[in-house]
């Protein structure tokens, strides 16, 4: 489309899912919760209420409806994130309005800092993990979740709501957080300047199932079908580099780094498979220092998925068009039938 027409198509979604003015005071200033992914699945079904055809599952549809929900999903994550803290956690509360002019990325870091100001370098940053969560197939949990939902011919709110709870188990949107906690205790443990024995000896202590959580796995290291290298850790890992830089925190990313190395090479030697850092492994360290408090880690993978919850959803609407009903299998004992009458 050319220009005017593209402003056009703007103003024509801006009207059809313009919100009340008095929708963030009613509706997310005013029902504070302490559980932020709850919230944002309670206000995506909200936004149902405010669709003047919700219904419509046409692809065409689908498609304007899922990009209003890409467009307020990030100012909802903060404007909640705000009232949290300041209704629980008794901070101060302050709100900015949104600003057009900005991109999602942009307006994230605009919205949650009470300065408002952020780099160039920061708002590319947020942008590159966006982009880098917004797919990764089908098969993804929440994705998944989102079409089985969608396919039985419910509305993309519903899809979404149960795609945002998928999300919430911490083994599907808790593993960027799992490794920064994995990563403090490391550092808490030997020190950011510790030797490769040193770290060696923590990683064989993790494997071992004596340190961090015991479970024997290294969280950020590994993934189910990546093995030799995942491609969206490798542009993070540049980008965590170049953000280090800019926030003098290069000794972190050198000791995230040397970490990723002797961990991959120490379960080669073990178990003699192949193994890569993933995407989570150097996402957390760049939340942090983008300042974007831990309790929306799995909001931002939220706002990056949805691009690729309506991509999947509008394809299986174009085509399948069938139920999505997974085959489940019995293993269990069989037993010959015995009369009511006769059971003990």
């Avoid at 709100?95 to 991109?103: A, N």
């Avoid at 199932?209 to 290298?229: E, M, P, R, W």
């Avoid at 220092?289 to 919850?309: A, K, N, Q």
Wanted: aromatic share 10%; net charge neutral; hydrophobic share 35%.
């Amino acid at each position: 489309p050319n220009s005017d027409e593209l402003e056009n198509f703007k103003k024509e979604l801006s009207n059809r899912y313009e919100l009340p003015p008095y929708y963030l005071e009613s509706k997310i200033l005013g029902f504070p919760s302490k559980n932020l992914m709850n919230k944002l699945q309670q206000e995506v079904l909200m936004l149902y209420s405010y669709d003047s055809d919700p219904d419509n599952i046409s692809a065409l549809a689908t498609m304007y409806k899922g990009l209003n929900l890409i467009a307020k999903i990030p100012s909802i994550v903060c404007y909640a994130y705000r009232t949290k803290v300041h209704y629980f956690d008794k901070e101060s509360l302050f709100i900015h309005q949104i600003r057009p002019d900005l991109s999602i990325a942009e307006n994230i870091l605009y919205l949650l800092r009470d300065h408002k100001h952020f780099t160039p370098k920061e708002a590319e940053v947020l942008d590159m993990c966006l982009v880098l969560h917004a797919d990764h197939g089908g098969g993804n949990n929440s994705t998944f979740t989102n079409v089985v939902i969608s396919s039985t011919g419910t509305d993309i709110y519903s899809s979404f709501a149960g795609a945002i709870g998928s999300l919430k188990g911490p083994k599907h949107g808790g593993a960027n957080l799992a490794v920064m906690k994995q990563m403090q205790l490391v550092i808490d443990e030997i020190g950011l300047n510790a030797s490769d024995e040193q770290i060696k000896q923590v990683i064989d202590k993790i494997l071992s199932k004596q340190f961090n959580d015991n479970s024997g796995l290294i969280y950020g290291i590994g993934h189910a079908v990546y093995t030799l290298s995942d491609p969206r850790c490798i542009i993070l890992k540049q980008q965590c580099k170049d953000l280090a830089v800019e926030k003098g925190r290069e000794a972190e990313y050198d000791f995230y780094h040397r970490f990723e190395q002797l961990a991959t090479a120490e379960i080669k030697k073990r178990k003699n498979i192949n193994v890569c850092a993933n995407v989570d492994f150097y996402s957390g360290l760049i939340y942090d220092m983008l300042c974007i408090p831990t309790e929306l880690y799995t909001l931002m993978f939220v706002v990056g998925r949805t691009v690729g919850w309506l991509a999947h959803n509008i394809e299986n609407k174009l085509y399948s068009g069938r139920i999505i009903r997974p085959a489940a299998k019995y293993v269990g004992e069989t037993y010959d039938y015995i009369p009511i009458d006769k059971r003990k």
